[in-house]
């Protein structure tokens, strides 16, 4: 067989890369001139690798040759079978031609055979079918007496005269239908007989688990019977699929009717436990919940120990036992939900969800032996997040009422002629930061029997809801701040509840830090968390610093005038404005010792600047009532030099005795005697302006 221009094209460039590997390879092992000296070695070496490699070639050949030859053989012997299994077919060709006639001419003997077989079939069942009434009636009455067995036996007995009699008739064609009628209605009372033993069966299973206990061996029969008529519908389509005949009735599926018979004898049950509504009982569903709880740990308790051993190992019983009470309860659950709760309803669904349902008191419990991994949710995610959204919600709509209600009390406080509430420190007070935080700790206290989660979510809620509270406590101050100043004999005990006030807000600073070191979870979304924190934090503070100017806005009412006469002529001829203004502001100071001494430091301070910028401004500033003092000479300017820095001594002076050492830090005073200073210093300034 002769080679193409191409493959030839192709051997020779493959000869040519050959010799040139060759040739390279030679060159590389006699590089040096020593190893001309091994030249023999070498070639010895490359002979017996290149009769290796041929011997390898031969047994790769002959191996390829072998099959070859055993496929041309085996080639041979199946041209040899086709031959003959075609002779085989001729022949058999020749011989069925004949059929056709014979199958003509056997006509009535296929006929004979035919009617042979139905009265074969009659003749059998003829004791059953002229005793139909009186078994029937036998049947009835096994069944109403409960020995079900007996009654069942009857029964197939019955079910197989019936379905062999149709059966024949089935073979005969379709055009028997009136004998096929007329067998039904013979046979009529078979299939309410079938009905009635069905219904008993169900009622059986209806109570599984109070039979179980009592009766086991009337469960035994039960089921019994049930799997006999499982296997006769496994028969009966399996000969349908044979002959094209399916009995009446079939498939029964009693197996299948059964068990949601179960399913519903527990439906029954958690639908009917509810004892009273919400009505009657606000804690209606507490205790539909702990009958719950009751009746299925006793009912899958008793699945896992008794029911086993009474169905069949196929049925899984105690498993299909715990998914039917499992689909039975989320549902009854969720149609709860669907109804509507209210208040603590929300706390008590969602602790029985997460908590009471897979914990040791139900599903976890030891008697059932459930690894804890397989306990599956009662509810979806989903379904958890939409109640814990409604939870909250309700909880933030409590918040909003419980808020209103206390600022109105709030109110109704500080417009009385009660002092304010004093605590063991003698500091004025009110109860607002008490009772909010009580309503934040029962909450967060709540909450954390659910879910950690829950306490996070309901922590920020608390903090959002104090901050909100904040802004409303504080327009409250404001209303209340300017209908004194409206009318300042209609709030007799302002100062005081305005004591009261600054006190609560470092109150609220307090007990938000109480919640947070007692709630905050580090990790939980920190960021957010702790920007509301702030937030909370910086509302109080800022109303206290608020409610603090209103505290001293009423003092400097009384005093504003004084501060007119400073740095004018009669200022200069020997004014008494400073001992005024120290005296009234004593007598006001008198009433502050019942802030906390944190609040009275901040009202001092305050206090201090607020004086301080007044002089100062005095000194400064023209105003339309009065006209600052011109002096005319340096012994003047020195004179009037001399007075303020006495005055300023007097004003820390007197600010030191109140406060203390606290007065005297970095005290403001300091500035207007450095002003003083000013005006003796230069010979040139000959005023002020």
Not at 351 to 357: A, E, H, P, R
Not at 642 to 669: L, N, Y
């Amino acid at each position: 067989m002769s080679m193409s221009r191409e493959q030839a094209a192709e051997v020779a460039r493959l000869e040519a890369e050959a010799q040139a590997k060759a040739a390279k390879h030679v060159a590389n092992m006699l590089a040096r001139p020593d190893q001309l000296e091994k030249v023999h070695q070498l070639t010895w070496r490359v002979s017996r690798k290149k009769a290796s490699v041929e011997a390898m070639l031969k047994t790769a050949m002959q191996s390829q040759l072998d099959g070859v030859r055993t496929g041309l053989n085996q080639l041979e012997k199946a041209l040899l079978d086709i031959s003959d299994i075609k002779s085989c077919m001729v022949d058999m060709e020749d011989a069925l031609g004949g059929v056709g006639e014979y199958w003509d001419r056997l006509r009535e003997v296929r006929e004979e055979n035919l009617r042979h077989s139905q009265l074969a079939t009659a003749k059998e069942n003829l004791k059953h079918i002229f005793t139909v009434p009186e078994t029937v009636a036998k049947t009835e009455l096994w069944i109403e007496e409960g020995k079900l067995l007996a009654a069942h036996q009857s029964l197939v007995d019955l079910e197989n005269s019936r379905d062999d009699l149709l059966f024949e008739l089935h073979r005969l064609g379709h055009n028997n239908t009136r004998d096929r009628d007329l067998l039904k209605e013979y046979f009529e009372a078979v299939n309410d007989l079938s009905s009635k033993l069905e219904k008993q069966l169900g009622f059986t299973l209806l109570r599984t688990f109070a039979t179980v206990r009592k009766s086991p061996r009337e469960l035994v029969t039960a089921l019994r019977i049930i799997e006999r008529e499982e296997r006769s519908d496994e028969d009966c389509l399996a000969k349908q699929k044979q002959t094209g005949f399916l009995p009446p009735g079939r498939p029964k599926k009693w197996r299948e009717v059964c068990m949601d018979k179960l399913g519903q004898s527990v439906e029954q049950k958690m639908e009917g436990n509810q004892l009273e509504g919400r009505e009657e009982n606000k804690m209606w569903l507490v205790r539909h919940l702990e009958v719950i709880r009751m009746l299925m740990l006793e009912d899958l308790r008793v699945a896992k120990h008794h029911l086993v051993t009474v169905f069949p190992p196929r049925y899984n019983i105690a498993q299909h036992c715990i998914s039917l009470y499992h689909r039975v309860v989320a549902t009854r659950l969720q149609d709860i939900i669907e109804e509507g709760l209210e208040g603590q309803e929300y706390v008590s669904l969602l602790q029985w969800v997460l908590n009471t349902y897979p914990g040791p008191e139900l599903m976890g419990s030891t008697a059932l032996g459930l690894e804890k991994n397989l306990i599956p949710p009662l509810l979806t995610d989903a379904a958890v997040k939409r109640l814990t959204s409604s939870y909250l919600g309700n909880m933030r709509d409590n918040y909003t009422s419980w808020m209103t209600n206390t600022i109105r009390q709030e109110k109704e406080d500080w417009c009385s002629d009660r002092d304010p509430d004093m605590d063991f420190d003698g500091f004025f007070h009110t109860s607002s930061p008490v009772i909010i935080y009580q309503m934040v700790d029962e909450n967060l206290q709540v909450s954390n029997t659910i879910s950690p989660e829950l306490v996070y979510q309901v922590l920020l809620l608390c903090i959002e809801q104090v901050t909100k509270y904040g802004h409303m406590y504080k327009s409250a101050i404001q209303e209340y701040k300017a209908s004194y100043f409206r009318e300042r004999s209609s709030l007799s005990l302002f100062t005081r509840y305005m004591i009261a006030i600054i006190n609560n807000c470092d109150r609220f600073e307090v007990l938000s830090q109480e919640m947070k070191s007692r709630w905050w979870k580090p990790g939980h979304h920190d960021n957010d968390g702790a920007g509301k924190f702030e937030l909370l934090l910086k509302t109080f503070q800022e109303i206290r610093l608020e409610s603090v100017n209103y505290l001293l806005d009423e003092a400097f009412l009384d005093i504003e005038a004084y501060f007119s006469d400073l740095l004018t002529a009669k200022w200069q001829t020997g004014s008494q404005a400073i001992d005024t203004i120290c005296a009234t502001l004593n007598d006001y100071f008198e009433d502050y010792q019942f802030l906390k001494p944190t609040n009275f430091e901040l009202v001092i301070s305050c206090a201090q600047n607020r004086v301080a910028r007044k002089y100062i401004t005095a000194m400064l500033q023209n105003n339309l009532l009065r006209r600052k003092i011109t002096f005319t000479s340096q012994e003047e300017r020195k004179s009037a030099a001399v007075k303020i820095r006495t005055e300023a001594a007097q004003c820390k002076s007197f600010f030191k005795d109140v406060a203390g050492d606290m007065a005297d830090f970095d005290s403001p005073f300091d500035t207007v005697a450095t002003l003083g200073e000013v005006l003796s210093s230069d010979d040139e300034m000959l005023s002020l302006e």
